[in-house]
């Protein structure tokens, strides 16, 4: 039943059902300001689908679109250091906004290469499409055309499902100007069909027009199509099957009720399946590019590996809203799931419930194998006693894994991103400890495992009258020099039982 699958299953079927093979799925965003969460899931959605569809012997194509003719609108923060050399060029498409650093060919371009290099750490594989390059070869000149003649159709159908009325001197085209190179503020004056007049004229608030007058033709390629004009007409262009949106362009008067309509009533085409996800939100606000707001992806790999962020976006229904609060515990929690969810793949997926079932297959869109098989805590745990990594993976029993984990382990260490329990040193040497605390650790037997270290302190501190909860007090001050700490049995066991009773004189 539909409820008990991932929604990348009901969508792959759906696909299967709907349309023809081979199929086609599209994405895109505008390359406007640094990758994060939001637009993470631009290109992770899409490629879940596709990774479905292939897991059924489908032939499937994914084209992500980087929609960098775009007017640039506002300096990102990310780019506050550039601002006097950005300022000047806004308005303009990002495609040309000289980019500051000098790394990327355009504005637009160092932010989406910015996310190619995101994309290959996270496995994704798709045609990066530049939008700008597919209107220079004439691509949208068709469509141009097309809404042109259908001017007043395609007017009438953007005002009845925006539920807002137009300017009258609406156009479908932007066309750039051939003075100062803006988009955000030229508007058409006249046209007949291939060629118009339009003038550079247009306040938008962060900029202005410079007053050019001047005149061109849909063959110079010089403009872009209005956006909920333009997204119906790349949807026809590259023949997508299926294509989805966040949810504020499925909201009444979004531009996904524009798209159906001027793609069924005014092409007179077939629709592609639409599918809409929930915001992501950062600590309970919607992320933002240009006002910061969320902890970068870039900072995010350097803390969990991809496979375990993606596993975390792919999860979740998909119209329901992720809220990131990337604190240590958080995401100790999320590795701790991934790990369980490793587990629940290799068993019969017929066996597992509802909840099982979609960890399993959020976990089989993640990765193709699991890299560690420790636990991330018992790395972090291990290398926080011993302080060297040979030693940790002799003791782990899994040299592979730590080596895996050993870069996000020392991020964590060198960003002091420790929850506060594994923020200590161990107290090697002579540790001055209570009578009871050293009749305890002496009662202990070698061959104990962490489980039965921790329920031999409630055992000793019952037989001895002692509250449990000060009796753990105890141990931890003379272990660690402070009141908590890792789970009591853990930290003895990757301390050693025999090298603590030396060490306490026990």
């Not at 050293?438 to 509250?467: C, I, P």
């Amino acid at each position: 039943m539909t409820e008990h699958k991932h929604w990348s299953e009901w969508l792959a079927e759906r696909v299967i059902e709907e349309k023809k093979e081979p199929y086609v799925i599209t994405g895109g965003m505008t390359t406007s300001g640094p990758v994060h969460f939001g637009t993470l899931c631009e290109f992770l959605f899409p490629a879940s689908v596709k990774r479905a569809l292939e897991a059924r012997g489908k032939k499937v194509s994914f084209y992500f679109v980087a929609d960098i003719l775009d007017a640039f609108d506002s300096v990102p923060l990310a780019m506050e250091e550039y601002k006097s050399q950005l300022e000047p060029h806004l308005g303009k498409p990002l495609c040309d906004v000289p980019d500051p650093t000098g790394k990327s060919k355009s504005f637009g371009d160092h932010y989406l290469d910015e996310a190619k290099v995101l994309m290959k750490k996270f496995g994704i594989e798709c045609t990066i499409v530049r939008i700008n390059e597919y209107y220079q070869q004439g691509k949208f000149d068709e469509w141009a055309r097309f809404y042109l003649k259908h001017e007043a159709d395609a007017k009438k159908i953007v005002e009845e499902t925006s539920g807002k009325e137009e300017k009258k001197d609406w156009s479908p085209l932007m066309p750039i100007c051939q003075n100062c190179g803006k988009i955000a503020t030229t508007r058409v004056l006249s046209h007949d069909g291939e060629n118009y007049e339009y003038v550079c004229d247009r306040d938008v608030k962060y900029t202005k027009g410079c007053g050019f007058k001047g005149k061109a033709k849909i063959a110079d390629h010089r403009y872009k199509i209005t956006w909920r004009l333009h997204w119906p007409a790349w949807k026809q262009i590259f023949h997508s099957s299926i294509e989805g949106a966040g949810m504020d362009h499925h909201t009444k008067g979004g531009s996904e009720d524009t798209c159906k309509e001027i793609t069924t009533k005014l092409m007179k085409a077939e629709y592609h399946i639409p599918f809409k996800y929930g915001f992501i939100l950062f600590q309970g606000k919607k992320y933002s590019k240009s006002k910061g707001i969320g902890m970068g992806i870039s900072d995010m790999v350097m803390l969990i590996p991809p496979e375990v962020i993606k596993y975390m976006l792919v999860k979740p229904d998909l119209e329901e809203n992720v809220d990131i609060n990337p604190t240590a515990e958080n995401m100790l929690k999320t590795m701790e799931d991934f790990q369980k969810a490793a587990e629940l793949y290799t068993k019969d997926m017929e066996a597992l419930n509802r909840h099982e079932r979609k960890m399993a297959i959020a976990y089989g869109l993640s990765t193709d194998k699991l890299r560690w098989k420790v636990p991330f805590i018992d790395v972090l745990l291990y290398y926080q006693i011993y302080k060297d990594w040979k030693e940790t993976a002799r003791l782990t029993g899994d040299p592979e894994g730590v080596e895996y984990l050993k870069p996000y382990i020392g991020e964590w260490i060198a960003r002091d991103f420790m929850p506060d329990d594994y923020r200590f040193k161990y107290q090697a040497g002579k540790i001055e400890a209570s009578e009871l605390a050293k009749r305890f650790v002496a009662s202990l037997k070698d061959d104990m495992d962490a489980l039965a270290v921790h329920n031999a302190v409630f055992d000793f501190a019952k037989a001895n009258g002692t509250d449990p909860k000060a009796m753990f007090g105890e141990l931890y001050q003379a272990i660690l020099g402070k009141e908590r700490g890792p789970r009591m049995g853990k930290l003895i066991i990757a301390i050693g039982i025999s090298r603590l009773k030396k060490d306490m004189g026990s």
